[in-house]
Structures are given as C-alpha cells and as structure tokens.
C-alpha cells in the first residue's frame, strides 16, 4: 500500500481539522483504494487541538515571520511530503504565491487554485466585479464611494463586511444610516475596507457547494451542494441533497474561473427573483468539507489521486445526509506535554484523547 505524507498547516483551526478528519476518514474507512495517509500537522503554537490528532507535529513561526517559508520547506524535505494542504486564510496567499518553489525544492504538491484566483476571491469585491462581468448571478454591492447612488435602488436593511474579512469578522446587518456609518467606520478602523450589499433576507436558503476542479483546470471532477443553519458564522447543520439549481450556477462558476484545486462556493436565494445569488468564493477548502466525505465526495483525496496518480476522476453520486454539530473535546495529558516542550525537537509526535461520552 502506498503512504503519502500530507503536510496540513494551521490544526488548531476547523478549515485544517476538517481535512485532517477526510484523511483519516480515508484511512479508516476507505483503505482499499491502495493507499493511506501519513499527516504531518503544524500550528504556532503547542495548544492546537489538531497537533494532537495527527501522526506527527511540528510548530512554525506566524506567516508574516521571515523565516515561515523556510521552516515550511525543511519541513516538507525532513518528512519527505508528497501534499501540502493549506489549513488558513492567512497562510493562503503566501504558499499560493511560493507554490512553483514549494514544489521545485521539495517536491511536495501544494495543494491550492492559482494565483490570481486566490488574491481575486479574497477581496470580496473583486469577487463581484468578476461575477457582475461574467453574469454569474452577483449580489447588488457597491463601495462606500458609490453609496449614496445604491441607496436610491437598494433599501435597509443592508450588509456592511469588509471586502477582505474572513470568518463574518466584522460582518454587520444595518437598518438605518447611522448604522451604516458606524458599520463603515467600524471596519476602516480595523484597516480593513468595507463595501456594501443587498440583504438577501432568507436565513433558511443559504448553501454552500463544495467543488473540485482536476491540475489542467479544465474539468470538475465533483460537485456537491448542502444547505446550511449557522451559528457565530460556522455551519451548525447542513443538509446536503441535489440542488440542481444552486449547482448549476456553482460549476459554471468554477468552469469560468480558470483555475485548479478546491473551490468553496457560498450561497442564497433571492426571495425578490428567485435567484441564486453568489455571497462569496473561497479558493481553498471548506470548513464543512468532512460532512462531504462521509456523503460520498473526499475532497482532499480526490485531489491527492488527482495530482499525485493522474487519475481522471468524476464523482456525480453522493449520500443525501442530514448533519448535526456538537462540540466534543479531546484530552492530551500534561506531564507527556511537558517532556515534547522541553525537548525542543522540530518534529514531535503525541496522541490526544476523546472520551465516547455522549
């Protein structure tokens, strides 16, 4: 059976935890498809839940140090990594912008959409330009700039986010002027830039779809839509289906962007014309992306298969499932934790515990 060595950055975070969860679902329950996973994990800092959940782990300096991208290479060539999956907003757009030299020096396939794929689907903004150009369903936005012509169309309440938050930091519902004034000196104070959207108003219709488009960036090897409940702006309970008419529009989407590797694609009805209306892309994988594999569609090794074996994959079936959200806890036992800190090693390895208690 063949191992691969997976690198997953960022683990005390649910975007790395759930690709974490798809490769030991893998492992687990899918292990004779002729190969298994080794998952090296990384974090800043020794209290991640997921440096506890993987094989082996190894803590690194923040992005923004000088010395993140050399840590991530000997990393990759101490562990001999044949994938790099990207676990954070924030690290995206750097291993996105060093993937060519990722890959030339250790060989490791960064797991990630182009360039300027990713720099244009973190500013939300752009995002809708490229939708508003290529008819792809945009919701009415505008900046601040051109705020007072949009209030002559659009009427409260509105959303005021900024254009390259993450996470619904700063995401604000306003009903009035001074609302939208406090909501836009709000996010500029944070530096951010915030710009201005039509609210869609049905909470119960919003979807996110998960997609994954082959290395050559020309076909959509799976596509998989569930609907959603939030709660602190996190899927709470999905409910994953066919929905033909969200998916649609979310493969054309992916089709016209030009681009490789996992798309995540937010969604919601507009009750004023029925339509899909596109919230926001995400060039990287989902939070949600374990409740997909336990319906039939594993992201990450779809992928994996992908640019490791060269398969020509195409998934079109998947397990319709109702998923429910609750918070768990895993347990590391502090003398064992106290003997990794002070060896100092760069490469660590010790078990968590989760308790089957509920």
Not at 131 to 147: G, R, S, V
Not at 222 to 250: E, N
Not at 339 to 346: A, D, E, F, G, N
Request: net charge positive; charged share 30%.
């Amino acid at each position: 059976m063949k191992k691969i060595n997976a690198l997953v950055t960022s683990v005390g975070g649910i975007v790395a935890q759930g690709i974490i969860k798809s490769l030991k679902y893998h492992n687990k329950y899918q292990n004779n498809t002729g190969h298994r996973y080794e998952i090296v994990g990384t974090d800043i800092n020794y209290e991640a839940a997921g440096l506890y959940r993987v094989h082996k782990f190894s803590l690194v300096t923040k992005p923004s140090d000088r010395n993140y991208l050399k840590t991530i290479l000997e990393l990759c060539i101490k562990n001999k990594i044949h994938v790099l999956f990207i676990g954070s907003d924030v690290e995206l757009p750097i291993l996105c912008k060093y993937r060519e030299k990722i890959e030339n020096i250790t060989g490791a396939k960064v797991i990630t959409s182009r360039e300027n794929v990713v720099d244009m689907c973190r500013d939300k903004y752009l995002t809708y330009q490229f939708l508003e150009k290529n008819n792809l369903n945009a919701i009415p936005t505008c900046l601040p700039d051109d705020m007072d012509l949009f209030l002559k169309e659009e009427k409260f309440p509105l959303v005021v986010k900024p254009r390259e938050g993450f996470g619904s930091k700063l995401f604000q519902l306003v009903s009035n002027h001074d609302e939208l004034d406090f909501a836009i000196r709000s996010i500029e104070n944070a530096n951010w830039k915030p710009m201005i959207q039509k609210y869609l108003k049905n909470d119960s219709k919003e979807y996110t779809t998960g997609i994954t488009v082959d290395k050559d960036g020309r076909k959509v090897m799976s596509s998989i839509t569930m609907r959603k409940v939030l709660k602190h702006g996190q899927t709470y309970k999905a409910f994953i289906d066919y929905f033909p008419q969200v998916k649609k529009i979310c493969n054309r989407i992916a089709s016209s962007l030009d681009t490789e590797g996992p798309i995540n694609i937010q969604s919601r009805i507009d009750t004023d014309d029925k339509k899909v209306k596109i919230i926001e892309i995400n060039s990287r994988f989902s939070a949600s992306c374990p409740m997909r594999t336990v319906a039939g569609i594993n992201e990450p090794d779809i992928i994996t298969r992908n640019v490791l074996f060269n398969e020509k994959i195409k998934i079109e079936k998947y397990r319709p499932l109702i998923c429910m959200r609750y918070w768990n806890e895993t347990y590391v036992d502090k003398e064992k934790l106290d003997k990794v800190k002070s060896k100092k090693s760069t490469i660590n390895k010790l078990n968590s515990e989760i308790f089957d208690y509920f």
